[in-house]
């Protein structure tokens, strides 16, 4: 349990230096508020478009985006940041040699590089939720009550992207810098199915059951719960708060489950194939 | 009798790769197979406890690729391989314990970090107490004259600097096998002679110390290392102390000659008393550097009037002690480069 924990703890260490240290502390301070602001206006811009276009106000539809685009910072972060950690290892820094052949856990290492990325999505989703409530008036509540679900719907929601991010993560192994384009395309995959900007209601039939095989969509709808002050028809308004939660959990089990055997495997075939130090000159 | 390294029959195999997307020039060609290449072939080697064992062999003679399977890094073909009594392929986690690995001429790195706090890092891996890891890297960094740069960042110092860093890394750990590949390859000549005495003081004065060395560079291998195994396309070719190695060669005589380039050199190789020979162009001088390993002195007339045939001049035969690389030209029939 102690290397598992050592080698956590020193990974997120190296993670938070490498997000944090490329600049002074009061410029990457400025960069993280800017950041997530700037994706707000956005939003905001194309909502106000959409609302020239109808001619109606729709504060509740502006909310329902606002909220997932706010926490989908988590997902395009928490994945790109599993990703990464194999080819920005393997490729730039050559370093994934000697931290492979070190004693420790690969599979704890990738979860504390991606633990800092976590760090500074929860700044960005703050900042990104203040400014809405406090700027842009995005009709939200947040009662104490909620509070305890809130935070196991959270962590609930990170494991499983974890879990997702380890999965596809596994793939690099084999892959040269073609990963990069993994990691550009499956959070887009997400944005579209999982009832980030728009309900699941409005995809086809086979758009919604994709969209309700993705846990990623329980996550977003049990959060819009607790933080919306009303409920938007999204396809899921049958089910109670609970069993969405419990959805959440047991999809949270399966995905660990089959990120450790991908990630077993993706190790093993990479080894086989000594593909786990190449670098590509491309 | 344990060993610290021990392989049998180890053979490793890289697959081909097809090129399916290339121009239509010709449907064959769109098909190449590229390999399978047979980086190692049956390769049995033992590595005593506290041995300075080196690996001697041209580039891609399969060296890597031996320390890669020996490390864990890489799994392989067939045969076995053992580290400290454990099974690379089935038991890594125990020798990733007692192991680390420097591989020279490349420069790895967290750019954004110092480099102390690159080393340190790797020695949290290990377990290495944060107290005891400073105080060791700060001697380290005082050995590899790198104390001036503790405080850089790695994107800012030079690639022989990253080297050093790296070998401080390989260190830190205190490891009781170390794999050190190419160790001085890119380094100046001070640093390389500083890394030379920092290995052999350090398997001389640690007990049960082992390293396995692997070098294309002959005087290297000569200097440092106990045993040297010689091998060349994935095969061990012979295996034994330097002393050992050249006299498997001492009745034999080598000489050296300096020409004018050849056009021909196949008439050397059917000579009478002419064991084998190597050439190795030298285009700043526009010469050509002949090796001869002979079994007497009796053919040294012949080679002559054969380069005179020619036109070409000779300026300069010399006589020489034999050397490992001499060896491997006896061997194989021609040299390192």
């Known amino acids: 349990m102690s290397t598992y924990w050592r080698t956590f703890k020193t990974a997120a260490w190296l993670g938070w230096e490498m997000d944090s240290n490329w600049t002074e502390p009061w410029l990457f301070l400025i960069y993280s508020i800017i950041k997530p602001v700037a994706g707000a206006f956005i939003l905001v811009f194309m909502y106000v478009v959409i609302w020239s276009i109808n001619g109606i106000a729709d504060p509740q539809s502006f909310a329902f985006l606002y909220v997932g685009n706010a926490f989908f910072i988590f997902v395009g972060s928490t994945l790109f940041g599993t990703f990464q950690v194999i080819q920005s290892d393997r490729e730039w820094y050559q370093t994934l040699r000697y931290v492979y052949i070190s004693p420790i856990s690969y599979y704890v290492y990738i979860l504390g590089r991606a633990f800092s990325k976590i760090l500074v999505s929860i700044f960005g989703v703050l900042i990104t939720l203040g400014f809405g409530f406090f700027f842009l008036h995005v009709d939200m509540r947040f009662t104490p009550d909620r509070i305890p679900l809130f935070i196991v719907s959270l962590a609930l929601g990170l494991f499983v992207l974890l879990a997702i991010g380890i999965t596809l993560g596994a793939a690099t192994f084999l892959m040269a810098r073609h990963s990069q384009t993994l990691a550009e395309a499956v959070p887009g995959v997400f944005y579209v199915f999982c009832g980030v900007l728009f309900p699941l209601t409005i995809l086809p039939s086979w758009g919604q059951s994709i969209g309700t095989a993705i846990p990623l969509t329980y996550w977003f709808e049990i959060t819009r719960r607790i933080l919306l002050p009303f409920q938007y028809n999204t396809g899921l308004a049958a089910f109670g708060d609970w069993e969405i939660l419990a959805f959440l959990l047991i999809s949270t089990f399966v995905f660990f489950g089959l990120s450790l055997g991908v990630f077993r495997l993706g190790e093993y075939l990479a080894r086989k194939a000594g593909k786990l130090d190449m670098t590509t000159s491309y | ?337």
């Open chain 2, 1 to 337: 009798m344990a060993y610290a390294v021990e392989t049998r029959d180890l053979t490793r195999v890289f697959a081909g790769k097809k090129r399916r997307f290339r121009r239509k020039r010709a449907a064959s060609e769109g098909d190449e197979q590229l390999g399978p290449v047979t980086a190692l072939d049956r390769v049995s080697i033992q590595i005593r406890e506290g041995e300075l064992f080196g690996l001697l062999g041209p580039n891609g003679a399969g060296k890597t690729t031996l320390i890669k399977i020996l490390a864990t890094l890489l799994l392989p073909t067939s045969g076995q391989a053992f580290v400290a009594g454990h099974d690379v392929t089935k038991d890594p986690f125990p020798i990733r314990q007692r192991i680390n690995m420097v591989s020279g001429g490349e420069t790895s790195g967290y750019g954004l970090l110092t480099t102390r706090e690159n080393v340190w890092m790797f020695s949290q891996f290990y377990g290495v107490p944060s107290k005891v890891a400073k105080q060791r890297i700060d001697e380290l960094m005082h050995v590899f004259g790198l104390w001036d740069k503790r405080d850089a960042k790695v994107r800012l110092i030079s690639s022989g600097q990253r080297q050093k860093m790296n070998m401080i890394r390989g260190f830190v750990t205190d490891p009781d096998i170390l794999f050190l590949d190419e160790p001085t390859l890119g380094l100046d000549v001070n640093a390389a002679r500083t890394v030379r005495d920092y290995v052999m003081n350090w398997v001389g004065r640690e007990r049960g110390k082992t390293v396995l060395l692997t070098t294309h560079y002959m005087a290297e291998a000569d200097e440092m290392c106990d045993r040297i195994a010689i091998i060349d396309k994935g095969k061990i070719l012979a295996c034994d102390t330097p002393e050992a190695l050249k006299r498997m060669i001492h009745t034999q005589t080598t000489f050296r000659l300096e020409v004018d380039p050849l056009r021909d050199t196949s008439t050397f190789q059917g000579m009478d008393g002419v064991v084998n020979f190597s050439l190795k162009d030298d285009a700043s001088k526009n010469r050509t550097e002949l090796t001869f390993i002979l079994e007497d002195e009796a053919p040294v007339a012949e080679i002559l009037s054969a380069i005179t045939a020619q036109g070409a001049k000779v300026h300069a035969l010399r006589k020489t002690e034999p050397t490992l690389e001499d060896v491997f030209i006896s061997m194989v029939g021609r040299g390192f480069e």
